[in-house]
Each structure stands twice: as C-alpha cells, then as structure tokens.
C-alpha cells in the first residue's frame, strides 16, 4: 500500500523536529492536488501524506512536481476500507485531517448511487472514527454548497440555510456533515466542514445537472 521513498523515514523525522502532519485524503484529485501543492510551498514545516484510491478521478500526474519532495508521500487507500484508514494512521499519526476523498460527479450519482454512500458517507465515519482515536487535533471534511439544494440564476445560501439536496451526491454529502455535527456533538470531536462553491475544471462542462451559480 505505501509507496514513501525510501530514502526518508516520514514519521521518525516528525518526532525529531517536532513537524505537522496532515494526512490529506483524495489528494490524487482536482482540488485535493492543489491544496498539496500549496501547502508543500507555504509550509515547508509541515509534511503531507496523500491518501487516495486512484478512482479514475485521481491522477498523480496533478502531483508530479511535488513527487521527490521529502515532505511529500503518497500512500494508496480506500476510505471505505478500515484495513486501510487503519494502517496509515497507525503507520503515520497525522496531527490534522483534511477529507477530500469523494465520488464527486452528480451525473454517476444519479447512474449509480451505492458508491457515493460507501466512500462519501461510509469514508466519512471511518475516517473520523481513526481520527479521533489517534487524537487528530483538526479534522476538515470538504463539503459542498450543493447540500442546499439549487439556486436559480441569482440568489445566495446562508450557512444555516435549510439541507436540500437535489441528487444523491448531494445528499452524500450532507450526510458526511452531519456525521460531522454528530462526533463534533457526542464525543466530542474536534471536527468541522466547509461546504465550498463549485470549482471549474475541464471536465465540468460535461456536468448536466448542475445547479446555476
Ligand atoms: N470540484 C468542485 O467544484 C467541488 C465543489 C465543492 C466541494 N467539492 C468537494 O471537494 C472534494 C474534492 O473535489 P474534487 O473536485 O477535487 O474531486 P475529484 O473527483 O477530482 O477527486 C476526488 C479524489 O478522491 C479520490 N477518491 C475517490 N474515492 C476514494 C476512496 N474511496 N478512497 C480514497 N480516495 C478516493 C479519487 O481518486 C480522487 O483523487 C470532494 O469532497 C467534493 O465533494 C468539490
């Protein structure tokens, strides 16, 4: 499963400098790519484990002028298995989390709404769960808007606006945050989401049932 250089022993050099490390999940992705590579230029104190199943969503390429930094590691992983969630946290002890990692496309959702329960909702727990027993201090799933349902052409959403999704992704989603609201209420968990617009890339002119922004 884990594919670290060789040459460097992430978790040993932690404990001697005392450095961050944020286990980025779904890092392999659109966004989850770019966060890496700002945080690898911004922090240079902190180090980055990239989790990620290589959906046909990923692609390492995103990752290529990051790859021989020594702050940088990818460990391939599914957030819905607990063989592997388990294995990097033991392996890693992260200080933060940052949950990308999602079957993303409301079109697939629409075809196929099993595999976005499984990773969205089912990742979600699992990863909060390890989170929590290895005393993760920040834990941030990356939500999305679209748990409020659809605007027309103008308008705007409060944060408390009421959760109306539209499509399965949605309410994956949304379910994912209130998994949130429920470690962050009972345990209590260190936990929070950020329910982010919609970011263009290539590939988002394919998507048909978008709301408008
Ligand atoms: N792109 C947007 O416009 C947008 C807007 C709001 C919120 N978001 C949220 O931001 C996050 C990232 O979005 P994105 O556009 O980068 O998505 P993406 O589809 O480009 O990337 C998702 C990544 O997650 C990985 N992944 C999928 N299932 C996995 C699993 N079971 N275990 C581990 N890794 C898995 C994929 O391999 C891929 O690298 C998602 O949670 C999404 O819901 C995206």
């Given at each position: ?5 060789d ?11 005392s450095?961050?490390?944020i286990?980025?999940?779904g ?6 790519s ?66 990308f ?5 409301v079109d ?7 595999i976005?329960?499984?990773t969205?909702?089912?990742?979600t ?15 941030i ?42 470690a ?30």
């Open positions: 499963m884990n594919e670290k250089p040459t460097f022993d992430f978790y040993e050099d932690k404990k001697k400098n450095n961050k490390i286990l980025v999940t890092g392999a992705g659109f966004i989850g770019n966060f890496i590579k700002f945080i690898l230029d911004k922090y240079p104190d902190y180090k980055v484990i990239n989790f990620d199943k290589l959906t046909y969503a990923g692609n390492l390429n995103n990752l290529s002028s990051v790859e021989e930094n020594r702050n940088y590691v990818f460990v391939k992983g599914d957030v819905a298995d607990k063989k592997d969630v388990k294995n990097v946290f033991e392996e890693f002890d992260p200080d933060f989390v940052i949950h990692a999602a079957e993303s496309h697939k959702s629409i075809i196929n709404p099993e976005f329960l499984q969205n909702v089912l990742g727990q699992i990863i909060l769960n390890f989170a929590r027993e290895h005393n993760v201090t920040k834990f799933l990356i939500s999305t808007d679209e748990v409020y349902g659809s605007l027309g052409k103008q308008g705007s959403w409060k944060e408390d606006a009421p959760i109306s999704p539209n499509n399965p992704y949605a309410a994956s989603k949304a379910a994912a945050d209130l998994l949130i609201r429920v962050h209420q009972i345990y209590p968990q260190l936990a929070s989401c950020s329910r982010s617009l919609s970011r263009h890339r290539p590939c988002l002119a394919f998507r048909k049932n978008r709301r408008n922004l």
